[in-house]
Structures are given as C-alpha cells and as structure tokens.
C-alpha cells in the first residue's frame, strides 16, 4: 500500500504566479504517478513471491511413505 495519502487538497498560494501554479500542479502529479507505480510494483512483486513459495513447496505425495518402506525391505501399510 501507499506510504503517501492524498489528505488535502493541494493550496497553491494566493500571490504564486504561472509557472510556480504550474510546478506546484505538475510536482502532485507526478507525485501520484510515481505513488501508483510503486504500489502496481509492490503488488506484482508480492504476486511473484507468492507464485514462487507455491512452486517450491513440497506437495505431500501420500506413496512417500510406501516407497520408504519398500526400499527398506519392510512390508507396505
């Protein structure tokens, strides 16, 4: 989730002029813009830890035991 959360409305100083209107508008957008990309890679990276845990953890075969047994000489279950 976002460390950064939109709590006001941005206020653009009443003697500011054009261009400082302007950078102030173009710095909150490309504040959310960088915000949203962090978080759509935070997901996705999430996504993909997640996609690997499955992948490497081990599936209980129920004939392990069986096929322990046998190697070792002993009767089956």
Do not use: F
């Amino acid at each position: 989730m976002s460390a950064v959360t939109a709590t006001r409305a941005i206020t653009i100083p009443r003697g500011a002029s054009t261009i400082e209107r302007a950078s102030i508008r173009l710095a909150a957008a490309m504040t959310r813009w960088a915000t949203r990309r962090a978080e759509r890679r935070e997901d996705r990276r999430g996504r993909m830890l997640a996609t690997v845990k499955e992948q490497q953890t081990r599936k209980n075969d129920p004939r392990t035991a069986d096929h322990l047994l046998s190697q070792m000489g002993l009767p089956r279950r």
